[in-house]
């Protein structure tokens, strides 16, 4: 009797896809050409930066200047620009330059990949997503290249511009900066503001998600003709900036001049979602300013966008979930239209995931390096986040930390519905169902 060959499905196919990345991207970096020293990483450094890369994270434990070869930085941005993209939309997009015919398969995962709303029209959306891709980091190098043209000299300085534009976008937040300082991230642009706003540009552009900025070209201002997904990202997105922007700029950077201020305190509300560059020590703020960092890491960007997090739409649907119970309405909506049972399922199965890896692996850092929670929680949530921020303590964790680290951000990035949906693939649900009894919560 003949086996029936059991397909991959588009879960399993993506979480595959980014664990064989990251692999390759490893064994690259342990190449001798791949460091300065010409000695080649060890196993466990180039696992770790490559999975940062390719999760688009920005957690190092090697400072990516000073460390890493221009082979080196080259295969790390060539990490961070398929992650950013997405294993599945990379091989579309090969496939569609060589001409070759894009099948039903391969649509589906990359619906699934992108969260389009369905299959048709998915090719030519790639092709739309690798011109807004390309352009919006070609726009943002060119903003930044006079200022590091003039510091690095002409070659160097398009380098430099290229690489941050292309991190920016991606939201991955690996830097250049430590051939002034090792590990000092954009700390001596602070006052720039060509860098500023280029970098803090991009990263909103990158975290608003393709299927948004479809909308953008092709509506343009008439936003009412915008998709309800797009008009609640675009509006939570504006919430989540200007909030912690205003806190940052009345309590954390008061002894600031003007300028440095507002830009400051705007940088660091964009940055947390979730790109991980910074323009100042985070060691000096306060712990409420780390504590709301913490929690937009949490959140991240907008569903099919190069951001991790649990995803600003999840946040929306939860509080309008909680503001239909309070008002004792039927169906949470935005803009007129009811959010569907399952959206709402989803939502919350998201928030318990994200909440219990955060937690987890904040509280299992800190038993095992004896350090303080409060510090370990953020480095978790930066990583779950796939944020790249950090208060100095990842270079110096243990392995076992590192691997924790390594998890959370391969997790964060892959999704956890897509292990859930990868681990059910191929079960039906029984026709039977349970009888129903009621349970008191809250």
Not at 49 to 77: E, H, R
Not at 106 to 119: D, H, L, N, W, Y
Not at 255 to 284: C, H, K, M, W, Y
């Amino acid at each position: 009797m003949k086996k029936t060959e059991k397909k991959l499905s588009s879960s399993q196919f993506i979480i595959l896809g980014f664990a064989g990345l990251i692999l390759t991207g490893s064994l690259l970096l342990m190449l001798p050409v791949s460091t300065k020293d010409g000695l080649g990483a060890s196993f466990f450094d180039a696992l770790f930066t490559a999975t940062s890369a390719v999760c688009v994270t920005g957690l190092i434990v090697q400072d990516t200047a000073t460390y890493w070869s221009g082979f080196g930085q080259g295969v790390i941005l060539s990490l961070i620009q398929t992650g950013g993209m997405g294993i599945v939309t990379l091989g579309v997009s090969l496939a569609l330059f060589s001409g070759r015919k894009i099948g039903l398969k391969q649509r589906s995962t990359m619906q699934e990949a992108i969260g389009a709303p369905k299959v048709g029209g998915i090719v030519k959306l790639t092709g739309f997503l690798l011109k807004v891709t390309v352009l919006t980091e070609l726009a943002g190098a060119a903003v930044m290249a006079p200022v590091f043209c003039k510091e690095l000299g002409i070659a160097k300085g398009i380098w430099y511009s290229l690489f941050h534009s292309v991190s920016a976008f991606c939201n991955a937040g690996f830097d250049l900066m430590g051939y002034r300082e090792r590990f000092s991230s954009l700390v001596y642009f602070v006052s720039e503001p060509s860098i500023n706003l280029a970098i803090m540009g991009l990263i909103v552009a990158g975290g608003l998600g393709f299927l948004t900025w479809k909308d953008i070209v092709v509506h343009k201002i008439h936003i009412r003709r915008y998709s309800m997904q797009s008009k609640v990202i675009l509006v939570t997105t504006s919430l989540l900036i200007l909030f912690p922007a205003v806190f940052f700029f009345f309590f954390e950077f008061q002894d600031r001049p003007l300028q440095e201020r507002i830009l400051s305190s705007l940088f660091q509300s964009v940055t947390p979602r979730t790109a991980g560059f910074n323009t100042v020590d985070l060691t000096a703020m306060s712990e409420p300013g780390q504590g709301i960092m913490t929690i937009l890491m949490l959140i991240g960007g907008a569903p099919g966008s190069t951001a991790g997090g649990m995803k600003i739409t999840t946040l929306a649907v939860m509080l309008s979930t909680a503001l239909t119970v309070f008002c004792k309405k039927e169906n949470p909506q935005f803009f007129g239209r009811r959010i569907t049972d399952e959206a709402v399922r989803n939502a919350g199965t998201i928030l318990t995931m994200y909440l219990i890896l955060f937690l987890v692996g904040g509280f299992a850092i800190s038993c095992l390096e004896n350090l303080p929670l409060v510090v370990c929680l953020y480095e978790a949530a930066s990583a779950v986040g796939t944020v790249g921020l950090t208060l100095g303590i990842t270079p110096e964790l243990g392995v076992a930390s590192r691997m924790i680290l390594i998890l959370l951000m391969y997790l964060g990035r892959v999704g956890g519905l897509t292990f859930v949906f990868a681990a059910l693939s191929g079960r039906h649900n029984a026709p039977a169902r349970l009888p129903e009894e009621r349970i008191a919560v809250g």
